[in-house]
């Protein structure tokens, strides 16, 4: 059985991206991996949405997209 990661919540400190999966799994990236999160202001990082059904992160003031099967390929 395939089982799709789908987030439910996220944050951005000033050290990781943290991301909550439905599945309960709780992931923590290094904000040093993605560059525009390293640049952008609280306000910037703070405004983000989920895509689809929870399959990717997007932050439109960043015009970052971040998907959460490639963060399961690097965390």
């Not at 996220?10 to 999160?37: C, H, M, N, Q, Y």
Request: a negative charge.
């Amino acid at each position: 059985m395939k089982i799709d990661p789908v987030a439910i919540d996220a944050a951005v400190t000033k050290d990781a991206l943290l991301v909550s999966l439905a599945d309960g799994r709780e992931l923590a990236t290094p904000i040093d991996w993605f560059p525009r999160l390293v640049g952008a202001s609280r306000a910037e990082r703070e405004n983000w949405r989920l895509t689809g059904r929870g399959e990717a992160i997007h932050w439109p003031d960043l015009g970052e997209d971040i998907e959460i099967a490639s963060l399961l390929r690097i965390s």
